[in-house]
């Protein structure tokens, strides 16, 4: 039993000594500069817009960057297939956190908050606030988002990501600079934080209440 422990503290060292060496060694401005010899053949871009969502989540790379390279092989036409992609990527962070996450403060407080809010609406909005696609994933695992419900809130959120990512991969100048955030109009970033927030405001305002109901009670 002593030497499985070691031999798999072993084997996660070196994973994590292998993802460190790849983020290091690799960018997404490197595959950016490649994405014209990688969009000339439509199979290549596909074989290759797959394995680049299967490793992306463990070298913490943004999702948007899928969907430019897919906009740039495909153009507009490609968006199903980049949000199918960003979908795919983001499941792995969600299925880790859901197995080893699922103690401790955060996860009750995860839980607490999917409860009120529910599971479909919880990822929705949190997809559409400007954060990390990974952050989100691993949260949503950590708070026992039902699997369904954590596929089809992403394919939801992510769509307005998807879409500006695909549109700016359009363009050759956007992969010509290698500028994932400026690929973004921030009239975007502002709309989907305030759709967030809306989605977010009856919770918010559900929370207030019993709060002020439960300072009332007390008070009397």
């Known amino acids: ?11 996660v060292g070196v994973l994590l000594f292998v993802v460190a060496a790849a983020a290091v060694l690799l960018s997404p401005e490197a595959v950016l500069s490649r994405a014209a010899w990688v969009a000339a053949d439509p199979v290549r871009l596909v074989a290759a817009t797959v394995a680049l969502a299967i490793v992306r989540p463990l070298l913490a790379w943004p999702t948007t960057l899928l969907a430019l390279v897919v906009g740039f092989g495909f153009g507009f036409a490609g968006l199903p297939f980049a949000l199918t992609l960003i979908v795919l990527t983001s499941v792995p962070p969600y299925l880790f956190a859901r197995r080893y996450g699922r103690t401790g403060r955060l ?6 908050f999917v409860e009120r809010t529910g599971d479909l609406r919880s990822v929705v909005l ?12 691993v949260g949503a695992g950590i708070a026992g988002v039902r699997f369904r419900w954590f596929v089809v809130g992403t394919a939801i959120g992510e769509t307005p990501w998807a879409v ?16 994932l955030a400026g690929a973004i109009d921030g009239r975007l970033v502002v709309a989907a934080a305030l759709a967030a927030v809306l989605l977010f405001a009856p919770t918010a305002y559900e929370w207030y209440d019993e709060r002020a109901d439960g300072s009332d009670s007390d008070a009397v």
């Open 107 to 112: 996860a009750a407080a995860g839980e607490s």
């Open 126 to 137: 949190s997809r559409l606030v400007p954060a990390p696609s990974d952050v989100v994933s």
């Open 164 to 179: 500006a990512g695909v549109l700016a991969g359009t363009s050759a100048e956007s992969l010509a600079t290698g500028d």
């Open 1 to 11: 039993m002593d030497r499985l422990r070691i031999d798999s503290r072993a084997a």
